[in-house]
């Protein structure tokens, strides 16, 4: 979907603010993890903490039954590349739909496995916002909002103060978010509308379908 690339952008690059909610430590090193097997298997975001535990994070949209077998597959190859290390997994929910038909361990007569899960929901977004990352600004908004047009409006300032490709990016960027809160598109566009700075948006394609006249 049209988010995926966007989340999974905005965790690589490191909103330092969202990792330190997540986990209570910073990162020391962001590990690329890619593993050629049978299939193809490239994690969302591997990381060194502080502790020297390997923090590994999944991005999910929609409730997975079948996500503990995917977080252990995982499990074991990043356990058989750092076998002296401890790993810690989470699955950030970011959805709109209840995270609660997907299970967060798996309990076999010869296994038990588990990892926690995180619904951004329940994340204050005004801890994302204190920070200074453009990133995790923009992840606030799909987090718990107190007042959606103070944030949308904090976000777009911040927004507008980055030099001209980077402020359309950051714009795309958070267009493309829209699809995981549709009620935040009307209240996004009158605020974008409304920033005294032309944007270029017109050759991107969401932007037309989201925004297009009349809609």
């Not at 050629?36 to 490239?42: S, V, W």
């Not at 935040?184 to 037309?208: C, H, S, V």
């Amino acid at each position: 979907m049209r988010y995926d690339l966007t989340l999974k952008q905005l965790c690589q690059d490191n909103p330092g603010q969202l990792l330190y909610l997540l986990t209570g430590q910073r990162a020391t090193a962001s590990l690329g993890a890619e593993f050629a097997n049978i299939r193809r298997r490239l994690p969302d975001l591997v990381l060194r903490l502080a502790d020297q535990s390997i923090y590994h994070l999944e991005i999910q949209s929609t409730p997975l039954r079948k996500m503990p077998w995917r977080m252990l597959e995982y499990y074991a190859l990043l356990h058989q590349r750092y076998p002296n290390d401890r790993i810690v997994q989470q699955v950030l929910y970011v959805g709109q739909r209840s995270p609660r038909h997907m299970a967060a361990q798996l309990t076999l007569p010869e296994l038990q496995y588990h990892y926690t899960i995180v619904d951004l929901r329940s994340l204050d977004c005004r801890a994302l916002l204190a920070g200074t990352s453009l990133g995790d600004a923009l992840l606030a908004l799909l987090c718990q909002l107190h007042d959606a047009t103070a944030v949308v409006r904090e976000v777009l300032r911040r927004i507008a103060r980055l030099e001209n490709r980077a402020r359309e990016d950051a714009l795309v960027h958070l267009i493309n978010l829209m699809g995981l809160r549709p009620q935040l598109e009307r209240l996004i566009k009158q605020e974008i509308e409304a920033m005294p700075i032309t944007l270029n948006l017109q050759d991107n394609p969401f932007y037309r379908e989201a925004f297009s006249e009349g809609q």
